[in-house]
């Protein structure tokens, strides 16, 4: 069974700061990529950041620049540290792990429960 699990949401002021932590655990083969995506009340979700190994990232268009994806040694926690943090960043961020469950299996998909972030005044 694989577990994600995020932390380190909360309320912060524009312009302010905040560092989201993801780790998964279970058992399995390997954590190919992960990613957190979010999503805005009304909207759909949408992909933040995507990082494979620890040195393959991609980034949405709206945060590069202002948030940055990492995962030390390639291992099994992402962080996202998010700086200059604006009021349209408010959103539930999911975390999003591509896991080999047993070595030639296709790719799977676990998400995490989602942690809120609200950045308001």
């Known amino acids: 069974q694989v577990q994600v699990v995020e932390s380190g949401g909360g309320l912060v002021q524009p312009g302010g700061s905040l560092r989201l932590s993801c780790d998964v655990s279970?058992?399995?083969?390997?954590?190919?990529?992960m990613a957190w995506y979010r999503q805005a009340p009304g909207k759909q979700r949408e992909l933040v950041a995507f990082?494979?190994?620890?040195?393959?990232?991609n980034y949405t268009n709206a945060v590069k620049g202002r948030f940055t994806i990492s995962r030390p040694g390639g291992g099994n926690t992402v962080y996202l540290q998010m700086t200059s943090l604006r009021p349209d960043d408010t959103a539930v961020y999911y975390c999003?792990?591509?896991?080999?469950?047993?070595?030639?299996?296709?790719?799977?998909?676990?998400w995490g429960q989602g942690t809120q972030v609200t950045v308001s005044s």
């Open positions: 999003n792990a591509g896991i080999l469950v047993r070595e030639l299996d296709p790719r799977r998909d676990f």
């Open positions: 279970g058992t399995f083969f390997t954590a190919w990529d």
């Open positions: 990082i494979e190994t620890d040195v393959i990232t």
